[in-house]
């Protein structure tokens, strides 16, 4: 199956623009086709530059890599590439200007003459009369000869495409299934613009049939603009691809998702720590049900599993703390070395000495239970490699029913107990029978906090047995005597 991504080079790569390309690589990969990209560069007051680099970057840190089109070098440079090329819209403009002849000899198209002017005028008249804005024909019924002589005096103009208003237009959608349209609600739409280049319904139906698409995935916000394009395949004697409207991103409040509601660049997902196994999983999951309890899913699962008939139609909820909680789960995924490979270079520029640590390995897998981005490893060490303050209020806790009087006491057990485990026994498990032997008249937590929250000063961190192992007896009992000062 052929399938494509034909960004608009207009910003950056948008994380509902990734679903999508997505989507499409996933079912060309299942069908063992090409995914193919195109650039639907036609709005030239939109252009920006090294937009399109962006977005194959974009694309290759997700792991999703053109195989036709557009796309990068060994070298990193953009080039095309293909046997349906050119894959730039811009480098394309005759074959659209034909195929607009074409709709007009064959009488589905006309020139339309009318001034930017008289089509606000014009909307403005129908929004009073509160009718939906729609081009009114006026140039539908020029004559030929008015038409010709318009053209010879050069009048800039526009071609539109003549719906017809008596049809009904039905097409089955891979998502939605049957959809039918009736033709007086669709606007007689712009193909070619007065600057000779296409508007996206021309250039797109055009293009997906040169370059042989099997099947668009699109965003759904195409939906309504489908009659359009079934037509312009209809009428240029063409079989349409295969259409699936993914459904809209939407905000926790069930709203369009925008820039208000957090990220919307890929970009800012990658600085921020996120892993491209974690995106990928993420976006695949918005709007798809796998049919199954499993939701973690690695890039070769998904070309595997992913189908269309499992993708709702309703909009799909762009949920942040599940993301969130993916990327905690991959992070649990990575091998020990790996995990201490990865945060090493990040701990060292922080605390140096971890650079010659040989038992770095061990301290990494205390916190790879626990952390979400690489970025906070220095952090979450920091107790091992700097000596902590812990206040009396993080040593006391409400909640593990330990009041500030009672910590001379428990600080007096927990020294007197550690100082006589021997070296040999200063381990996870021999630390924890020697604390749960000498309770005194404590619970269990009322000793663990105090003793954690000495060691490391922070709320959080690994257990106090898996902290005290790691630093060892003589930083513990320093760090307890200490702690017991502050009482
Ligand atoms: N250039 C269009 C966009 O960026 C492409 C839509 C499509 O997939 O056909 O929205």
Redesign the pocket.
């Known amino acids: 199956m052929r399938t494509r991504f ?3 080079p207009t910003g950056f790569l948008h994380v509902g ?1 990734l679903r ?1 390309a997505l989507t499409n690589h996933l079912l060309s990969k299942k069908t063992k086709g090409n995914f193919l990209m195109r650039i ?1 560069d036609t709005d030239r007051e939109r252009l920006v530059p090294g937009a399109v680099e962006n977005m194959l970057k974009g694309l290759a840190w997700a792991g999703i890599v053109p195989d036709e089109g557009v796309m990068l070098d060994s070298n990193g440079e953009v080039v095309q590439k293909g046997t349906h090329g050119p894959y730039y819209q811009s480098e394309r403009l005759d074959l659209y200007k034909k195929y607009a002849a074409e709709l007009i000899e064959k009488g589905h198209a006309y020139y339309c003459f009318c001034t930017p002017e008289r089509l606000t005028e014009m909307r403005k008249e129908q929004e009073a009369r509160k009718q939906a804005p729609m081009y009114d024909r006026r140039c539908c019924n020029l004559s030929k000869e008015d038409v010709d002589a318009k053209l010879k005096a050069g009048e800039r103009h526009v071609i539109r495409m003549k719906v017809p208003h008596e049809r009904t237009i039905t097409f089955n959608d891979d998502i939605r299934g049957e959809m039918k349209f009736q033709g007086h609600t669709v606007d007689d739409q712009v193909l070619l613009k007065g600057d000779g280049f296409p508007t ?1 319904h021309l250039a ?1 139906v055009v293009d997906d049939h040169l370059m042989e698409t099997d099947l ?1 995935i ?2 759904e916000e ?1 939906l309504s603009s489908l009659p359009k394009h079934i037509l312009l395949f209809e009428w240029l004697g063409w079989t349409p691809p295969q259409y699936a409207h993914v459904p809209l991103l939407l905000s926790k409040d069930r709203k369009k998702l925008s820039k208000r509601d957090g990220d919307v660049a890929v970009e800012e997902y990658i600085a921020k720590g996120y892993l491209p196994e974690v995106m990928v999983n993420f976006l695949a999951l918005l709007g798809w049900n796998p049919g199954t309890t499993q939701e973690i899913f690695t890039m070769d699962e998904l070309i595997e599993q992913f189908s269309l008939d499992r993708v709702q139609k309703a909009g799909a909820i762009f949920d942040l703390e599940k993301l969130d909680w993916l990327q905690g789960q991959w992070m649990r995924k990575i091998s020990p070395q790996e995990f201490a490979k990865r945060i090493l270079p990040l701990v060292t520029e922080k605390f140096p000495t971890a650079a010659s640590d040989k038992d770095f390995i061990k301290k990494a897998q205390l916190i790879q239970e626990r952390i979400t981005f690489f970025h906070e490893a220095p952090e979450m060490l920091t107790w091992f490699y700097k000596e902590p303050h812990a206040s009396v209020e993080l040593l006391a806790s409400e909640k593990q029913k330990i009041t500030k009087a009672q910590l001379p006491e428990i600080f007096a057990i927990l020294e007197k107990t550690l100082s006589d485990v021997p070296e040999k026994n200063w381990t996870v498990d021999g630390l924890k029978d020697a604390v749960l032997k000498n309770l005194g008249d404590f619970k269990q937590g009322q000793l663990l906090w105090p003793l954690r929250a000495a060691l490391t000063g922070l709320p959080y961190s690994p257990g106090a047995f898996e902290v005290a192992e790691a630093l060892g007896k003589e930083k513990v009992l320093h760090r307890l005597a200490n702690a017991k000062k502050t009482t």
């Open positions: 034909p960004p608009s623009s999508t639907e996206y797109h668009v699109r965003g195409w």
